[in-house]
């Protein structure tokens, strides 16, 4: 490992990345002589970037959106994670050969066990979008054991299609027949960015819901979403999203840095505190 390793964190756009307060934590706190920063790559511009790597003096780095699958596409070796999701959000060297690894669902799984311990004994889960999160989403309740998982959204073509990815009993449905679909339903997970700072409220009847039934979301801006707060209303157990993001850094750390971080309190306080700051501004 290089004297002093440099990860990154790359995406388009990347400014409001909390991944370097994150890692600048852990490196801080481990009295590390490393260093981890946010690097802007436009689309076109992503596969050299990524084929310079080694010759900008980079360990490896995190990658999001848009430029999850080209990652995917680009790696010498992934991990089973990133090939049953189909996209890369960690990338490291081993033996000169560029790795590529997924740890949203590692994050999913690790925040739910820290907020709701035995939360997975549950066995049927609602997942609200077909998209890329979704994808994460659904494999690690299948890594859990989840038997009946039922995926809504608004095409429900998006939906079958990830249904028949994981071959998941519990089908894909369109949002009309939300509903019918809570009832039964232990674990209520929003995917989409509904109820996110800037987009649309994620507005649902949640009457219908077991009483019994644990919702989380993975947006985390704000922490509280609207269908957090409603489920909150009703007296169900709600899950906040921000732990998602704090723990799906751990293995990436651990790859370039050669030590496994530990999701803290203090952590999590200096990230809100960063979300409240920019929420003045």
């Not at 690894?101 to 066990?113: H, I, K, M, P, R």
């Not at 994808?135 to 998982?149: E, M, N, S």
Request: glycine share 12%; hydrophobic share 45%.
């Amino acid at each position: 490992m290089a004297d002093h390793p440099s990860a990154f964190v790359t995406g388009y756009p990347i400014r409001h990345s909390r991944s370097p307060l994150i890692h600048g934590y852990w490196l801080r706190q481990f009295g590390l002589d490393g260093s981890y920063r946010a690097v802007e790559v436009a689309p076109d511009a992503f596969e050299g970037f990524i084929r310079a790597l080694q010759d900008n003096g980079f360990v490896g780095g995190n990658v999001t959106i848009p430029h999850k699958e080209m990652a995917f596409s680009l790696c010498g070796e992934r991990d089973s994670a990133a090939d049953e999701i189909g996209a890369v959000n960690t990338l490291w060297f081993e033996n000169g050969i560029l790795h590529g690894g997924n740890t949203d669902a590692y994050g999913f799984l690790a925040n739910l066990d820290a907020l709701s311990p035995g939360w997975s004994e549950r066995r049927s889960a609602l997942v609200l979008g077909a998209g890329g999160a979704s994808r994460a989403v659904v494999f690690a309740l299948k890594q859990r054991g989840f038997t009946d998982i039922r995926i809504v959204n608004r095409t429900v073509a998006r939906a079958q299609e990830l249904a028949d990815r994981f071959g998941i009993a519990g089908g894909a449905h369109g949002w009309d027949a939300l509903p019918e679909l809570l009832k039964g339903a232990s674990l209520i997970v929003n995917t989409t960015s509904l109820g996110m700072s800037g987009k649309d409220e994620l507005v649902i009847d949640l009457t219908g819901a077991d009483s019994n039934a644990l919702v989380t979301d993975i947006v985390y801006v704000p922490l509280e979403t609207p269908l957090l707060r409603a489920a909150r209303s009703r007296g169900l157990q709600t899950a906040d999203g921000l732990g998602m993001l704090l723990h799906q850094a751990v293995p990436g750390f651990e790859h370039w840095f050669g030590k496994r971080p530990d999701v803290t309190a203090e952590l999590r306080n200096l990230i809100l505190a960063d979300m409240a700051a920019e929420k003045v501004k």
